[in-house]
């Protein structure tokens, strides 16, 4: 027996994997051979393609398209309308499913409103995507990136928190170091 939510007007597929505790809100399309972890909350008018990857507690905001290809990892945060893409240059009049690149969200990381993600790109752990950036290229771990294209402006903690010269979460204390470019848990 399911041990997840599925809101009566949401459809899952027969052959798509759906974790316990899990919740698919109004109007959402889960394709055959998808595969959601558990503990996520699968907001309004959601579509996950058939080989697409979310994992454990990943929260998904409406109107977000998850297409094949796409590889979310726990934790993630969505927010609304964000915008996944998995074809680099595409034709109404060309068939380009064989040339899908792979985009991966790591652990812990927040992609704000109405962001775009390119196609065949890495976002870092616990990185934050600004509302509204359009990112391109890999993005470090921790890294706060806005604008079009996206550019660092700085670095978060694990919390999502902006940190200051010091590189200390002004929420936890926790402390972080930089080390050839990169920032890391103290």
């Known amino acids: ?8 007007t949401a459809r899952v597929d027969e052959g798509a ?7 698919v809100w109004h109007f959402s399309h889960i394709m055959p051979g ?5 503990k996520c909350s699968i907001g309004q008018n959601v579509n996950i393609g058939s080989k697409a990857v979310v994992g454990n507690g990943v929260k998904v905001q409406n109107n977000v398209s998850i297409y094949d290809s796409v590889i979310i990892e726990d934790d993630v945060f969505c927010g609304p309308s964000c915008v996944f893409t998995n074809v680099a240059n595409p034709r109404a009049f060309v068939e380009r499913k ?3 690149k792979e985009t991966r969200i790591k652990k812990g990381a927040s992609i704000g409103a109405n962001a775009t993600i390119v196609c065949g ?8 995507i600004g509302a509204g950036a359009v990112v391109t290229q890999n993005v470090p771990a921790y890294a706060l990136m806005i604008g079009v294209p996206a550019k660092q402006k700085g670095w978060v903690s694990r919390e999502g928190e ?3 010269e010091d590189l200390v979460c002004p929420r936890t204390g926790e402390k972080y170091i930089v080390e050839e470019g ?4 103290k």
């Open 98 to 100: 064989a040339e899908y």
């Open 1 to 8: 027996m399911a041990n997840y939510y599925v809101h009566d």
């Open 162 to 164: 902006i940190l200051g």
């Open 17 to 23: 994997s759906i974790g316990n505790g899990t919740k």
């Open 121 to 128: 790109v890495t976002l870092g752990e616990y990185c934050f």
């Open 182 to 185: 990169r920032l890391k848990p």
């Open 34 to 38: 998808a595969i959601v972890g558990e």
